[in-house]
Structures are given as C-alpha cells and as structure tokens.
C-alpha cells in the first residue's frame, strides 16, 4: 500500500480513512439510512429519465457517446460509462425532488448513484452490494465535509451553485472505494475532483442545464478515481495548499475551516444529516411550502390583499427574484413566491404543479403578483439548523391577517424524513412511471444491498424504460 503525500495533513487523514474504513465500522442505522437514501434517489432517476428535458439531455449525450454496456436508467439504452453518469445525475436531479445536506448544500445521490454505477460498469465485474453500500457512505460523509470547509451554504449568496463545486469529491472519494485505491492513488483522485470544482447558480432560473451541472461533477469523479487507478497522478495536498488548494481558491475572501475535513470521521455520521425531500422545489423552499399548506385550509374562501414572506439571506438570494410570466418549471421549482403561490391553492408542490399549462395559470399568478418577499438579516446569526426558517404572512381584504412560521421543515435532521416515509415517497413517485411490482422489486432489492452479491439484479430492474412523468 502507498501512502498520501503527507498523511497528517488534512487530505492525508481523509484519504487514510477512506482506504481503512470497513463494512464493520459503520453503525447498523448509518449502513440503513444510507441504503434508503440511494432508494430515494434512484425513485428520482426514474421519474425524471422521461421528462421532457430529459429526452433532450439524452439524445444529445448519447449522440456524443456511442454506445457501450452502462445502463442509462429508465431508457432501454446503454452507453459509456462516462454517459451514463452524467444522464443518470441529470434524471436524479431532474425534478428537484431528490435529496440535500442542509449545512453544506449538495444533492449527494445524484453524484453518488450515478458515479458507482458507472464504475461498476467500467470495471466490468461483479460489484457486492455491500461493497457498494460502502463506497456510497464514503461519498455521504465526504462531500459536506468538503462543503463545510468552504462555508457550506454561504456559498449559495455568492452565487456559487455548491454542489457541483464539492460534488465531484464526494464521486471522486466514493469511486476510489468501490475501485480499493489505496491512498496515495485516492489523493490522485480527490486532486482531479477539486480541480473540475465548478458550477454557476444563475443556471437555476431557465437554463434546462442546471439539471445537469451536478450530473458534471458525478462524471468527473467517476473519472477521477479511474485515472488515478491508472496511475495518472493529480494534486497532492489539494485541500490545504496555499496557492492554488481547494479550500485558498473557493474560500478565498470568506471563513473557512479546512480541518472540518477531517473532523470526527468515524465518529459523526453525515449521512444522518442528509434531508430527503418531500416536495419538488429547492430544498430552501420547503419551509414555504410546508407553511403554506398549513394556512391554506384557515385561508379558504377569503380574498388575499398581499402575502408577505420574511426568509434569511440563503434562502432569499438562492430563491427569490421577480419572476416574469411564464415561469420555466426550473424556475417555478426554485422560487419562493411562485413555490408559495402554488401551493396556497393546490395544497402541495409535486410534478403537477411544475407543468407548462400550471405555470402559467392566472389563479397563481393572480397571487404571485401579490406576494412579497423580505429578507431578515437576523435569521443568518441564528445556529445553522435554523437558518432555512420562512415566516409567512397572508393579508385579507379586509385587513385581516393569518401567519404561519416553519422554523425548520419536516425532513429536517432533528425530524428526518423516516425509511417507512421514503419507501412512501418512492412508491408514490414511481406509480406515475411504472407497474407496482417492478416498484417493489426495486425496494426491496435496494433494501436487501448488503447481503446482495451482486448489483446486476438492480442494474436490470433500472434499465427498462418508464413511462412520462408530465407529459
């Protein structure tokens, strides 16, 4: 075995931890969680392999790649390892509805299913799924790591879209476990993944491409850990050099933590933390959504004057600008006044009410044209927990008023989501694509990874097309 560069620096310690880490060393509930994880986001694959945007990211990729033998979820198609990566983050992502660490913002099973997929593929061998369970945790506890050595979610207000910035470390970190590099080549690895760190928020508004750009980083983590395997050698030390690192570059100007990489490996578990979604917008409008269905029974029959919503900086500049009519559903899906106004009337924020013809009816944007959004710079000196907190107000016509306060939404760590409730979330999301029973055999199958042999059976369930989610 080879040892890191330096292995009491920061990457050292990291990379030593994901060669020793053992199937032993996990707690029973971090091995679950993380199994129901990857059934959340592989539920999220499948309702977006066929939405419109998809069929387009699709048809453009695999008319680059060619084919090949990696399974591109949902289609009834194959194509290089590569491709299948970034298509099979694309449809993770391609609906909002897929998970986020809410302290340092990343959507880790659109990096993480994709990636071990693609390397399962590109090794061309039987892959355990304990194996696989493993190397997926890795990928949990690495990337909000990474994120939380450069501010976690102030990256948001800078405009930074975090995930892809981090992401490609948690693939990259996740492949070198499934692939056993040792941790000089993991060092390799986790110096390609920062130095293909990128992603810009603006794509949020419009652009379809913001599906994608965490689907960027899961292609190039998988290609990380493949070139270090080959003995291309990457950045030694990436995280904590001075000129150049990870952490100099993207911290540059703001507070950072290096050590938070490192900090507590084995001993704190992030994937604990990792919210599941229970609604199709960004994970900072959930507190939105959930107070708005609580007012909307008290607000029934009433004449809303205005609604106003006071909401801290990451939500405010992640998820609020005047909205011009009609919304893109990337749009729709990210802001809060539009997330707000939907679900006032329609009691919820799924796929239904991201269509073309919901985002541009005159009942929400009778009420969109009427709502406010403040932002409370006190609500950013409150613990982190707290800080995707929304404070909705709705004012009547005859002056009257009703307010509703999520202080942190269900799902949140301190109220997770549970495994019964995301096996719901799948089977109520999937019903929209396929027959029951293949539904269950894919729960059941991810639930039965660790004693799986191998991962082909659940290859083959995800390869067979599925029906259009919209239209």
């Not at 539920?43 to 033998?69: F, H, K, M, N």
């Not at 892959?127 to 949990?140: E, Q």
């Not at 291309?232 to 540059?252: L, S």
């Not at 107000?393 to 008023?401: E, H, I, M």
């Amino acid at each position: 075995m080879n040892d890191s560069s330096e292995p009491d620096g920061v990457t050292g310690r990291l990379v030593t931890w994901i060669h020793d880490l053992t199937w032993d060393d996990v707690p029973d509930h971090v091995r679950d969680r993380a199994a129901h994880l990857l059934l959340d986001g592989l539920g999220c694959a499948l309702v977006g392999a066929q939405l419109p945007w998809s069929r387009i990211a699709t048809e453009a990729v695999l008319g680059i790649e060619g084919g090949g033998d990696a399974v591109v979820i949902g289609t009834g198609r194959t194509t290089t390892p590569a491709g299948a990566a970034l298509l099979n983050s694309s449809y993770v992502q391609g609906f909002e509805l897929d998970d986020f660490h809410p302290l340092a913002p990343l959507h880790s099973a659109s990096l993480l299913i994709p990636s071990l997929l693609a390397t399962a593929s590109h090794l061309g061998q039987d892959v355990s799924g304990r194996d696989l369970l493993l190397a997926a945790i890795v990928g949990f506890e690495v990337g909000p790591r990474v994120g939380a050595s450069i501010g976690g979610t102030g990256m948001l207000p800078r405009g930074w879209h975090s995930g892809p910035v981090f992401g490609a470390s948690a693939a990259a970190a996740a492949c070198a476990k499934l692939r056993a590099l040792d941790p000089a080549q993991s060092e390799d690895a986790l110096g390609f993944a920062a130095t293909q760190s990128a992603g810009l928020m603006s794509a949020q508004s419009e652009a379809m491409g913001k599906r994608m750009q965490h689907g960027f980083a899961a292609r190039n983590g998988f290609y990380s850990a493949a070139l270090a395997a080959a003995g291309y050698t990457g950045i030694d030390q990436v995280f904590e050099r001075e000129y150049g690192g990870f952490v100099a570059v993207y911290g540059e100007g703001h507070p950072t933590d290096v050590e938070a990489i490192a900090r507590a490996l084995g001993d704190r578990w992030e994937t604990s933390m990792v919210m599941v979604k229970s609604w199709a917008v960004m994970g900072g409008l959930h507190g939105a959504v959930q107070a708005a269905r609580a007012l909307r029974e008290r607000i029934a029959g009433r004449a809303v004057e205005r609604i106003d919503i006071r909401v801290g900086d990451v939500v405010y500049h992640h998820g609020w600008w005047q909205p011009t009519r009609p919304l893109e559903a990337i749009g729709g899906q990210m802001n809060i006044g539009y997330a707000t106004a939907v679900t006032l009337l329609d009691g919820t924020a799924l796929p239904e009410q991201f269509t073309a013809e919901r985002l541009d009816a005159d009942d929400v944007w009778q009420l969109l044209d009427r709502t406010h959004v403040t932002l409370d710079r006190a609500i950013d000196e409150l613990p982190q927990t707290e800080r995707f907190q929304t404070h909705l107000a709705v004012t009547f016509t005859d002056g009257s008023t009703d307010t509703e306060s999520v202080i942190a939404p269900h799902g949140n760590p301190a109220d997770p989501i549970t495994n019964d409730e995301v096996v719901a979330k799948f089977h109520a999301l999937t019903e929209r694509v396929m027959d029951a029973d293949r539904a269950a055999a894919i729960v059941s199958t991810v639930r039965g990874l660790a004693d799986a042999d191998s991962i082909a059976p659940l290859a083959g369930l995800l390869a067979a097309p599925v029906g259009r989610a919209l239209d």
